[in-house]
Each structure stands twice: as structure tokens, then as C-alpha cells.
């Protein structure tokens, strides 16, 4: 007895939008980057940590070079929650072509929050175990992981917008109808979109200065594209364009790391 694929969030059959899921689904996100902002500057942050015996300084969090009374690597994470959160609200506004209720939008939602609220209890609790005074300028503040965290967050971000814009614009032009977009990002893997967001959510655990943390985040997010999202949606192009998919899979044989899966 066969398996039925997971079913994701998108009713990728229903071309409609739905306008309340869209609307939860962009304002849940712009708020997510106030909310990280609140936990940082109001000691909620500081508080919780306490609640589950971990260590945190709110003292840490405001000192050095920063933005709104925050500190380097804490201002660098905020500008990193609103600009991911700013991108997935144009991305539902703008590009997005599929039906995605309001419960399902809530699910996203919520779960992008919980992930950066673990993200900036672990910024908290690594600032206050670290043995390095906060000193200088914002730049000499951040160490080689903000850097790197950085780096990936500007690749992914600008992978998942420009494979997603790319793919709308592929299938507005009517002589691609009936076809899959081989084009660009989509040449090399058949989920690039999926790569841009491990590789910035990646980037902020990165940020955070721990590495336990990020590759245990890097280990969930890709369980959950790879039992997941990619599963879904390959059922749903199979279904929908049968050998055409078949052949888009021969010709572009990785899922998201090219040469590797």
C-alpha cells in the first residue's frame, strides 16, 4: 500500500487568492521584526531564558555600536528579521499565484516566529556566555560568524526572490503555457526557491554565534523540505505534467544542492 505525499499549505490546483490568507499571511510576517525587537529591548528575552535556567544579561543586548538602543549583533538580527519579513509579505502581496487559506498562512506565520524567537534567546544567551568585551566600532563587533551568517542570508534571500519573480513571469508569457520553467535558477536545481530559504534561515541562526544551534536548525529545516516540501510538490507537477516532469528531472537531476541532492 502506497503512501499518500504530504499535502502542503498550498492549493497549488486553485489559481484564486485568498485575500484574508494573504493579508494574515504579509501583516503576521511585517510584525515578526517588532516582536524580536520587543524581546531584546523590553528583557522578555532575558526573562525567559531565566524561566528555563539559562543565563542572559540585558546589559549585553544594549552595549556597543548599534541601532534603537540595541547592540551590534542584536541590531545586525533585527535588520535580518524585517528584511526576510518585508520579502515574504511582497512575496504573498506580489507573486504569489496560490490559494493559501488563513489557518495554513497562521501555521507559517507562527512557525517563522517561533523560529527567530529561538533565534534571539540563543543571540541573548550567546552574547552573555561569550568572553569577548564588545569594543570598537559595529563592524569590528561582529566576528567571523555574523560575517558568514550574513553572507548566506544575502544569498538566500536573493535566490528565493529571484527564482520566485522569475517563474511568475515565465508563466505569464503565454508560450509557456502546459510548460515547466527550465529557465535560469531553474536550470540548475528544480527547487532553487527552497535553497534560497534553508540558506537565510541558515545565515540568522549563524548570526546568532552558535553553531550548535544553527546546524541544528539547518538539520530541521531540511527534514522538513526533504519529508516535506519536496515530496509535495513533486506528486503535484507528476500529477500535473506527467512525462514532462519525468524528462525535467532527468535534465535537472538536483532537488536543491547542485551535484550533491
Known amino acids: ?26 501583516l503576521g510576517r511585517l510584525g515578526d521584526a517588532p516582536l524580536q525587537y ?25 552595549a556597543g555600536p548599534g541601532v534603537a538602543g540595541l547592540g551590534p549583533i542584536p541590531t545586525l538580527l533585527t535588520g535580518m528579521y524585517a528584511v526576510a519579513g518585508m520579502r515574504h509579505a511582497y512575496w504573498s502581496v506580489f507573486t504569489s499565484s496560490n490559494y493559501c487559506g488563513v489557518g495554513d498562512s497562521l501555521q ?34 561582529l566576528a567571523w ?28 508569457d503565454p508560450k509557456n503555457k502546459g510548460k515547466i520553467d527550465d529557465t535560469g535558477l531553474w536550470s540548475v536545481v528544480r527547487h532553487p526557491n527552497y535553497l ?7 545565515g540568522i541562526s ?22 516535506g516540501g519536496i515530496p509535495e510538490i513533486s506528486s503535484y507537477m507528476a500529477t500535473k505534467y506527467d512525462a514532462k516532469w519525468a524528462d525535467y528531472r532527468k535534465r535537472v537531476p538536483s532537488a536543491m544542492f547542485p551535484g550533491i541532492f
Open 108 to 141: 507559517i506565520v507562527i512557525y517563522n516566529a517561533t523560529v527567530n524567537v529561538i533565534n534571539t534567546l540563543v543571540a541573548v544567551h550567546t552574547l552573555t556566555s561569550s568572553t569577548n568585551p564588545v569594543l570598537g566600532s559595529f563592524t569590528e563587533c
Open 38 to 62: 520587543a524581546l531584546f529591548t523590553q528583557g522578555w528575552a532575558v526573562k525567559a531564558l531565566a524561566a528555563i535556567g539559562l543565563r542572559g544579561s540585558n546589559v549585553l543586548v544594549t
Open 1 to 26: 500500500m502506497s503512501s499518500k505525499p504530504p499535502q502542503g499549505p498550498f492549493q497549488r490546483q486553485n489559481p484564486n487568492i485568498s485575500v484574508p490568507g494573504a493579508a494574515i499571511f504579509a
Open 145 to 172: 560568524k555574523q560575517w558568514a551568517g550574513l553572507a548566506l542570508f544575502a544569498l538566500g534571500v536573493s535566490l528565493e526572490m529571484i527564482s520566485e519573480n522569475s517563474r511568475k513571469q515565465f508563466k505569464k
Open 196 to 202: 534560497g530559504y534553508f540558506l537565510w534561515r541558515v
Open 206 to 227: 549563524l548570526t546568532t554565534g552558535s553553531l550548535v544551534s544553527s546546524a541544528v536548525l539547518a538539520s530541521f529545516q531540511f527534514a522538513i523540505f526533504f519529508f
